[in-house]
């Protein structure tokens, strides 16, 4: 997101963003760890608090003057990013080893999607429900597979219940309010967590 704040656009086609840890978890991602693990090259596309589709969920951000970039501008950077042709060799000097046995795709999103501000409190635009999420996830993953990918690994989303954001009152360790959700309450939080708990998204990906 920082290069967003600086320029306030994607970075060009062909860029190499150095690694960083000043991330929103406060250290690294689980797509470096995996990195440094492996020691696989990592292409990171993703932008802290965006969603699937700001049609959907609006997120705005005032270092930007906008929304946050969703998954369908992260999905247009890593299209724009295979196609590139370096102007100097005719080449793609980008990608210049990604073949369809040597690289492995991932999308882990969803709490910016399901939680506070979006789905969970009825905020979600345009009559959306969780099913237009989960459209918007996998017209992604077929975007993705247009370009030559053939080996995903497809993430369910984060427990948001059992985090200290969303966790019940008098639990160890939750959060009663934070900046995050300054509003949060027991009474209204006993609806949501029933919603949480009962929503059709499981229902939904199960009978595909």
Partial sequence: ?????????????GTTLPASNSTA???ITWARWVSDYTGARLYNY????????????????SDVFGPFPDVID???????????????????????????????????????????GAFLTDSSLNGTTIPDYVDCVYERLDQIY??????FVLMNTVPLEL?????????????AASHYWVNKVTLVWCRFRYKYSHSAASK???DE
């Fill in 74 to 116: 992260e999905t247009t950077s890593y299209i724009e990013d295979v196609n590139y042709v370096n102007s100097s060799t005719g080449t793609n000097t980008f990608y210049t080893n990604r073949e369809a046995d040597n690289t492995v795709y991932s999308m882990w999103i969803g709490t910016n999607d399901l939680g506070n």
């Fill in 1 to 13: 997101m920082g290069w967003y704040f600086q320029y306030g656009v994607a970075p060009p086609p």
């Fill in 204 to 206: 939904y990906l199960s």
């Fill in 163 to 175: 985090s200290p954001l969303y966790g019940m009152e008098g639990v160890p360790g939750t959060l």
């Fill in 146 to 151: 247009a370009t030559g990918a053939r080996y």
């Fill in 25 to 27: 978890g406060g250290g």
């Fill in 46 to 61: 993703a932008v802290s608090g965006a969603v699937c589709d700001n049609k959907i969920v609006y997120r705005f951000v």
